[in-house]
């Protein structure tokens, strides 16, 4: 549905003249493909490019250079007139929300129906419906100050949703809330994600943002896609060094094991579980199975949207032979392991 190529942004540096020498690039030769009712996330820490990049795909930002595909049109190439139509299309949710503080809830979700051209019965009515969606029609009446964050973060959201939107856009959505309002802005967005089947992209500083909510996910670091792939994929394997210091700042330590490596004799395994085999007794079976004693170095069990994983890292103090049946053993359960000593 959107595929990004060769896309590069070149500010001019600060000071500078704009010329070639004098320019920053933001960002250089991103390519992505982000499909049809995905949630896709963007991470990186401040300055990587993020807002840069999201705001590519309603060209709030012009590229440097390369395209910006969207259902087959690259918007890089509209018209201003096409532009438009195009940009009511795509909602956008902000950091700080962004609202008319002398508006009410109600008016605030109408004003971009009322850009829209729709007389004023249908405004009303569609934004009464959206912000029932959102879970505020208690509050059509009360003006953005009256709210709490995550209430005007949902008005935000409702704003975005007016038009029907089949890409919605979400620059820092959560950083201004706290931790549980956080958790309910996620929920909702995954709702909606399934409820209305749009694509959401969303940009965070946070793993734990992209663990709620996101299918997949790309690394932004100084500008370049430095990861990317399933969720899943990139928290039991993250190859990139940004992606795994992301990670170990969210709690998911995948190095962790190595301060107690030297204590251990033996292989070290580290086995990747998915979904319900989070949950079987698979240890102590092959244990009693091969008369082999396992010690767990390190364990993490969470969850990725709806769906259980699990990583072990295990010291395996046995003979080879031994090691050879677990190692098959693990291969015939179609237990995702490597050795990793
Ligand atoms: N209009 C601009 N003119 C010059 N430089 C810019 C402009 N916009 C962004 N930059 C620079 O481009 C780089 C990327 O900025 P961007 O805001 O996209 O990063 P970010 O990852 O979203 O960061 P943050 O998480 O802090 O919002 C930064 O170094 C920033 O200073």
Redesign the pocket.
């Known amino acids: 549905m959107i595929r990004i190529e060769n896309l590069s942004k070149s500010?001019?540096a600060r000071g500078g003249d704009g010329g070639p020498e004098g320019a920053?690039e933001?960002l250089r030769d991103i390519d992505l493909e982000i499909g049809q009712g995905e949630v896709f996330g963007i991470i990186?820490r401040?300055?990587?490019?993020?807002?840069?990049?999201i705001r590519m795909l309603n060209l709030l930002e012009r590229p440097s250079s390369g395209s910006v595909w969207i259902d087959g049109v690259d918007i890089t190439r509209l018209d201003m007139p096409a532009l438009r139509t195009l940009r009511q299309r795509i909602g956008m949710v902000f950091q700080h929300f962004n609202l008319l503080d002398s508006r009410t809830v109600l008016d605030n979700v109408c004003f971009p129906l009322r850009l829209a051209g729709l007389p004023r019965a249908e405004r009303v009515a569609r934004a009464k419906e959206v912000l029932e969606l959102v879970g505020l029609s208690a509050h059509v009446a009360a003006y953005p100050r009256q709210l709490s964050g995550g209430q005007r973060q949902r008005v935000g959201i409702a704003r975005a949703l007016a038009n029907r939107p089949t890409l919605l856009l979400c620059d820092?959505a959560t950083s201004a809330l706290d931790p549980e309002t956080t958790q309910s802005i996620l929920r909702l967005l995954a709702d909606i994600n399934q409820r209305l089947g749009l694509t959401i992209v969303l940009?965070t500083?946070g793993m734990d943002v992209i663990r709620s909510v996101c299918d997949r996910v790309a690394v932004?670091d100084a500008g370049r896609v430095v990861e990317s792939g399933e969720v899943l994929d990139v928290f039991l394997h993250p190859r990139h060094a940004v992606t795994q210091r992301l990670l170990a700042e969210s709690g998911v330590q995948a190095e962790g094991w190595q301060a107690l490596a030297d204590a251990a004799p033996g292989r070290i395994l580290r086995l990747s579980l998915r979904g319900d085999d989070t949950a079987r007794p698979l240890l102590s079976r092959l244990s009693r199975e091969l008369d082999v004693d396992l010690s767990i170095l390190q364990g993490t069990v969470s969850r990725i949207k709806e769906a259980h994983y699990g990583q072990l890292v295990l010291a395996v103090d046995a003979d080879e032979a031994t090691v050879a049946r677990l190692l098959a053993r693990l291969a015939e359960a179609r237990i995702d392991h490597e050795v990793l000593r």
Request: hydrophobic fraction near 40%; aromatic fraction near 12%.
């Open positions: 500010f001019p920053f933001a990186g401040s300055g990587a490019g993020k807002s840069t990049l820092e940009i500083h932004l």
